[in-house]
DNA sequence: GATGAATGAGCTTTCATTCAT
DNA sequence: AATGAATGAAAGCTCATTCAT
């Protein structure tokens, strides 16, 4: 049995001998899918097992809990985040950085609509798991990289304003018409240009 | 017995007949309270119950589920919200009628914040719920209501952008150092600049 | 709904208006017997609940746990045991005062059999359970009760040894032919000659 | 794969081929260890696995059930009593055989405390699992090779009285102050002097 | 001599809800 | 206006055990 830390079982025996059963990843797969349709209270084990044809216990095989599900799919699907924070950190702290910055978090969340999706809307039932307070502490930690220390209250919120605008606004693209791809470039364009505004105090 | 589409006992009945009881206003306040507090699936009608120091059935009496009272609380606290909505859709479109908007909207977001953080961070439990569907409506028409008909997309995205930063921005505001009051004013005014460019399109 | 250290729910009630249910007596009277039969680990809430032709919740209804209703059982028929000790304390520690303790343990231990033999043959599920604890401290303090301080080792352990005799041998007495009433008189006074011996140390 | 009657591993292949393995010692050694401390229900195969570091079928390849593992340790260890009983019966009873009876049972006990302390505390639970049979039998057996046939009723229970001292006393030896041998040795002799009073009713 | 993967049965507990009083 | 008593459904979890490899 794997540990919740164990970045990912299957995944990392890639390379060595194929798998020999891929469960780990299929329950990852259709927990994530799950919890994003339904919610993670309200999506059962049971719903889980019946969704992979496997029973129960099958489940507590290789997890030891229902939260370490969860813990293992926003470690394995939400490392870019975490990569980028880890980038940014080792980053001089200049504008380019910060747009840099907002560039692959805005990549990132692309790549995994449906688990920070998922996250913002179990906010209240995440907020005692372990995931939630993770979660909390990225956005945190971004809103600070591009934020200079010392920065007046106006200049922190529109700091703050163009990472709410890039996260959330992801979130709602779907409902606007034209191109994904352009729908994108805009919305990451916009917040942007709002975070800039912030680094040049108007006088 | 009310139903669930009475507007929401103590709200309606001020001014006629004193009401019989405030039992209900009470249901409204605890439930409120612990809904922001836990989530609303972790909380349970025996916690309601054992905070208002009455049995489970007395709830019955005045409500006919759990979600009815959820719907009496959004009708009730958050009648503001809709009475900016009714009252900017009889406005002209001006760009007055639209920071006017916003500052209603701000001003009802801060009279019941416990009510807006939680319908924000149980969305994926209230999807279902007549509840979020009309939370989610508001929050449609508001922004469609800043945002000229015909506007090319980036402008649209600035719109929900300043929306977004408007709304999430309220309950981050804690986190910041400063006055409330002024801690408000700033955000309105950085939604309310970044709405304006919006409607001038630069060229 | 009525706690654990409630003495018994409707048992205080006798004399008011007939309680208008006896759920709480039924569920302690079958359960004790079950406990009794099958041991308190293999005893489900399923089979207390079927033999008593109500569902689970409604047990729960009466306890909040399966341990509160081994504790309600415990300080409800296992009453006389605590008197006998509280007699004893505030008694003079003569000799007399030792063999009367005796006699009442021995009475007590014999009007609710099926509690001790339970109690007795489930030391290591109980054992960290409230209720063992309890059980474990009332041996103790009778030991004590019957032991002089000061008493060298030999008696000591003869003391213990009495107490032994009267407590495991009246579960034994079953096996053995005889009156009834004539194998009781005999197993309480074989145990208060051995304890007298211990008051005497032979020179 | 050997069955359950198989008078147990280590102790039949001493001598004999070296054991292939000592992993079916290891396992009675840690089952006892984790049934004395925790009691045979709650301690489960995953914990003895675990203890073991090995996995759950590597148990199952050694014994077919949880319950032979059981057997076999009582089979094992518990052998010097059985041993003990065999001796008595081939004696004539005379007095001093039954004083070096018990002699023979008390440190049978004390070489293996664990086992007895456990199968005293679990006796619900291994009512009706073949070891309670035998451990019971064993008792009785015990009882009826000290007391001669015919003997009245009180030196009958006074017989049973010197066993259940000398069994349960054992136990609770730690608990009083002293040193360990001494205190075997007052146990011991209270006992034989209990069953001793037996043998010679006073007229 | 042992493992990885899985299962069927069952556990204690909680929940929203109902109904006679 | 409210209570006491109860229910059906389901939850998360654990266990002894099996079997192909």
Redesign the pocket.
Known sequence: ??SATDPG??VAEKGTRQ???N??RRIQEVALELFAEQGY?????????EAL????????????????ILESIFQGVGRPVAEAIEWARGQPRTLETKRELLRRYEAALNDTVPLFRFLRQNEATLRDLQVGKEFNDQMTEIGELITDPGTPLTEQLRCMGALLTLHFGTFALPHFEGDAEEKRTALLSIATEMMERAQTPRE
């Open positions: 049995m794997r079982g299957p798998s020999r059963s469960t780990r209270e309200k999506t059962s084990l049971r719903e889980i097992a044809q496997v029973t129960k216990p099958a489940i507590y095989y290789h997890y030891q809990s229902k939260e370490e």
